[in-house]
């Protein structure tokens, strides 16, 4: 039997304009999606957390099952293979569910068949998979769900690790809207088409705000950093991708001690992330917003 794990990821910095060829700070999570691959009749996909269980398919209306074919047909001769996953992130609160469950799917699917690939590699191959949920991935959800750690992300070119000189403490909150990526990327396509300099302007803003994060990073500078991430937030908001219920969970997060919030992911609901000196701040961070949230879960990164 084969096994295979994809991590969820946080953006710290650079969402969206990491579409457009800006870089992006992100990491990957501890939690994320385990998958297991065997050898069966037919293939079949099974996420028991979200009672499914799907053959793979190339009919539009089923983006689940085409995802699956999508990824069966990157073998040379298309294997059948029993899939099932363990799914622990929630879907559709940009912490990267879907990329996460390719990765692990793939990845289980490897391992079932004894194709070695290389995190990088294996990130790629997972595109084919997430082409089906959202047209224009850049990419950086897959690389983190392979990869893990943190790491500056540019479209087109290999991942850069980063070492934080210390771990990076983030409360993580789910706003409990629901979030399309594709719907999101769309609209901000849209604006980019209806005022290109001015949309163009905002991305070379983040992506100083990215140099600089990197920098923050390694230099473990979290009142630096947490500026970055509030100043990102407020770009990001101007590309209306905040909603009312994101800028409470920001606002709560900071009266609360946290040194920076902002949307991350997609925007338009689903998860903000909140920076923290320490673990106990971050308890106090999560408790605060634990009254308005839906969910709020502390994640260490860099250790
Ligand atoms: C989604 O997690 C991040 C976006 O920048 C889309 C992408 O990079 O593909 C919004």
């Given at each position: 039997m084969g096994e295979g794990f994809g991590r969820g990821k946080v953006i710290l910095l650079g969402e969206h304009a990491v579409v457009y060829g800006r870089p992006a700070l992100?990491?990957?999570?501890?939690?994320?999606?385990r998958a297991?691959?065997?050898p069966a009749e037919a293939s079949r996909l099974d996420v028991p957390v979200w009672d499914l269980s799907l053959a793979p398919s190339t009919d539009a209306e089923e983006p689940l099952?085409?995802?699956?074919?999508?990824?069966?047909?990157?073998?040379?001769?298309r294997p059948r293979l029993a899939v099932e996953a363990d799914v622990a992130l929630p879907a559709g609160a940009g912490l990267g569910c879907s990329a996460a469950l390719g990765v692990a799917v793939l990845a289980a699917m490897?391992?079932?068949?004894?194709?070695?690939?290389?995190a990088e590699e294996r990130a790629e191959v997972?595109?084919?998979?997430?082409?089906?949920?959202?047209?224009?991935?850049?990419?950086?959800?897959?690389?983190?769900?392979?990869?893990?750690?943190?790491?500056?992300?540019?479209?087109?070119?290999?991942l850069r690790r980063v070492a934080p000189k210390r771990p990076l403490i983030l409360a993580v909150a789910n706003s409990g809207e629901a979030s399309s990526t594709k719907h999101m990327v769309d609209s901000v396509r849209r604006q980019h088409e209806r005022n290109e300099a001015r949309i163009e302007e905002t991305f070379d803003g983040i992506a100083a705000l990215v140099r600089n994060g990197e920098?923050?990073?390694?230099?473990?500078?979290?009142?630096?950093?947490?500026?970055?991430?509030?100043?990102?937030?407020?770009?990001?908001?101007?590309?209306?991708?905040?909603?009312?219920?994101?800028e409470a969970l920001c606002e709560t997060a900071r009266a609360a001690g946290a040194k920076g919030a902002k949307l991350t992911g997609a925007g338009g609901g689903g998860c903000m992330i909140a920076l923290c000196e320490d673990r106990e701040s971050a308890g106090?961070?999560?408790?605060?917003?634990?009254?308005i949230a839906d969910?709020?879960?502390?994640?260490?990164?860099?250790?």
């Open positions: 992100a990491c990957g999570i501890e939690r994320g999606v297991t691959a065997a099952a085409r995802a699956f074919d999508a990824l069966l047909d990157v073998y040379g001769e490897d391992d079932a068949l004894g194709v070695e690939r290389e997972a595109l084919a998979w997430e082409r089906v949920f959202h047209g224009n991935p850049s990419g950086v959800d897959t690389a983190m769900a392979s990869a893990g750690g943190v790491a500056v992300f540019r479209r087109g070119e290999p920098l923050a990073v390694a230099a473990g500078d979290v009142i630096a950093l947490g500026q970055l991430m509030d100043l990102n937030h407020g770009l990001l908001s101007s590309l209306l991708l905040s909603t009312t219920k994101l106090g961070v999560c408790a605060a917003l634990e009254e969910e709020a879960f502390i994640a260490e990164v860099g250790t």
